[in-house]
Nanobody, 126 residues
């Protein structure tokens, strides 16, 4: 059974930093492209960042470029998102997903073969 669990969210002031983690089990982690998504209340879910299975390719939404950094540790089956210079508009539920096709700014989780976590809340106060 595949499990994807995010952690590291919380409340932070604008300008602060957080590091999200996502640990996956029940799958061969280093075979999957992974991505972070976020969804704020009343807004559509958006792709934030994506990383290839080797970590050699990374993608970022324009809104987070230069502030967020995605990485992975395949030995630990863990995905990370380092978030710096946080803004109130970064407030959202952040989810990670496994088995994602990333092309430019478009991230698509494989239908029926993708895996989602329950999410971790990030709240940035002004």
């Amino acid at each position: 059974q595949v499990q994807v669990v995010e952690s590291g969210g919380g409340l932070v002031q604008a300008g602060g930093s957080l590091r999200l983690s996502c640990t996956a089990s029940g799958l061969i982690f280093d075979e999957y492209t992974m991505a972070w998504f976020r969804q704020a209340p009343g807004k559509e879910r958006e792709g934030v960042s994506c990383i290839s299975w080797t970590g050699g390719r990374t993608y970022y939404a324009d809104s987070v470029k230069g502030r967020f950094a995605i990485s992975r540790d395949n030995a630990k089956n863990t995905l990370y998102l380092q978030m710096n210079s946080l803004k109130p508009e970064d407030t959202a539920m952040y989810h990670c997903a496994a088995n994602v096709a990333c092309v430019g700014n478009t991230y698509r989780v494989a239908t029926g073969k993708g895996y989602w976590g329950q999410g971790t809340q990030v709240t940035v106060s002004s």
